[in-house]
Nanobody, 126 residues
Framework: QVQLVESGGGLVQAGGSLQLSCAASGRTFSLYAMAWFRQAPGKERTFVAAIKWIRGTTYYADSVKGRFTISRDNAKNTVYLQMNSLKPEDTAVYYC???????????????????WGEGTQVTVSS
């Protein structure tokens, strides 16, 4: 099992920045990829960004490309999401997700991730 704990959410004005962190614990040696998803009120959960744990390959949703950066610190078992040029439409609960190796998967499909954090609220005011 892997446990994930997010932190770093908050209230920020449009154009501002926030950095989210997701600390993993437990069987972290088995991690293959980690990702961030978000869910705005009344909407479905959507993919934001993903990173392969060993190679560091990154993937982004079109809506955040050029503004958000996902990174990881393997020694700390932590993944980060640096969010710049925030917009009111970025307001959502942000969830960290992780999966182990094995099987086929799509990096942007939530159902393919086995472990989830509780989420952290990000609110961007206009």
């Amino acid at each position: 099992q892997v446990q994930l704990v997010e932190s770093g959410g908050g209230l920020v004005q449009a154009g501002g920045s926030l950095q989210l962190s997701c600390a993993a614990s437990g069987r972290t040696f088995s991690l293959y990829a980690m990702a961030w998803f978000r869910q705005a009120p009344g909407k479905e959960r959507t993919f934001v960004a993903a990173i392969k744990w060993i190679r560091g390959t990154t993937y982004y949703a079109d809506s955040v490309k050029g503004r958000f950066t996902i990174s990881r610190d393997n020694a700390k078992n932590t993944v980060y999401l640096q969010m710049n040029s925030l917009k009111p439409e970025d307001t959502a609960v942000y969830y960290c997700a992780a999966r182990n190796a094995g099987g086929t998967y799509s990096y942007d499909r939530g159902i393919d991730y086995s472990y989830w954090g509780e989420g952290t609220q990000v609110t961007v005011s206009s």
